[in-house]
């Protein structure tokens, strides 16, 4: 389970963006998907996950402007970035874990998004 993210680039604040993580196994693993982030001089930090049956979360940074969701039968996960906005540029990362994928999990190797005002 080695998950490959996709999908970041630059964009305008106010515009769209979205994310792709491709994660082979984690939907027969039952394993939960988050999506992390971690700007430039800063912790990473959680912004939303989706567990096994369709439960989501989001950081209060994002909700209602990021949604989160699957496709199991191409064992990925999109994260649909909405009204963008410059302090959401940082490097987003995709992680697999839980159940079948361990306490900590599989991480890939993260995609850039940069938002310009």
């Given at each position: 389970?080695?998950?490959?993210e996709?999908?970041?680039?630059?964009?305008?604040?106010?515009?769209?963006?979205?994310?792709?993580?491709?994660?082979?196994?984690?939907?027969?693993?039952?394993c939960?998907?988050?999506?992390?982030?971690?700007?430039?001089?800063?912790?990473?930090?959680?912004?939303?996950?989706?567990?096994?049956?369709?439960?989501?979360?989001?950081?209060?940074?994002v909700?209602?402007?990021?949604?989160?969701?699957?496709?199991?039968?191409?064992?990925?996960?999109?994260?649909?970035?909405?009204?963008?906005?410059?302090?959401?540029?940082?490097?987003?990362?995709?992680?697999?874990?839980?159940?079948?994928?361990?306490?900590?999990?599989?991480?890939?190797?993260?995609?850039?998004?940069?938002?310009?005002?």
């Amino acid at each position: 389970v080695q998950p490959v993210e996709s999908g970041g680039g630059s964009a305008q604040a106010g515009k769209s963006l979205r994310l792709s993580c491709t994660a082979p196994g984690f939907s027969s693993n039952n394993c939960i998907m988050g999506w992390y982030r971690q700007a430039a001089g800063q912790e990473r930090e959680w912004v939303s996950s989706i567990e096994p049956l369709d439960d989501t979360r989001y950081a209060d940074s994002v909700k209602g402007r990021f949604t989160i969701s699957k496709d199991r039968s191409k064992d990925t996960v999109y994260l649909q970035m909405d009204n963008l906005k410059p302090e959401d540029t940082a490097i987003y990362s995709c992680r697999a874990y839980g159940h079948g994928c361990g306490p900590d999990g599989y991480w890939g190797q993260g995609t850039q998004v940069t938002v310009s005002s």
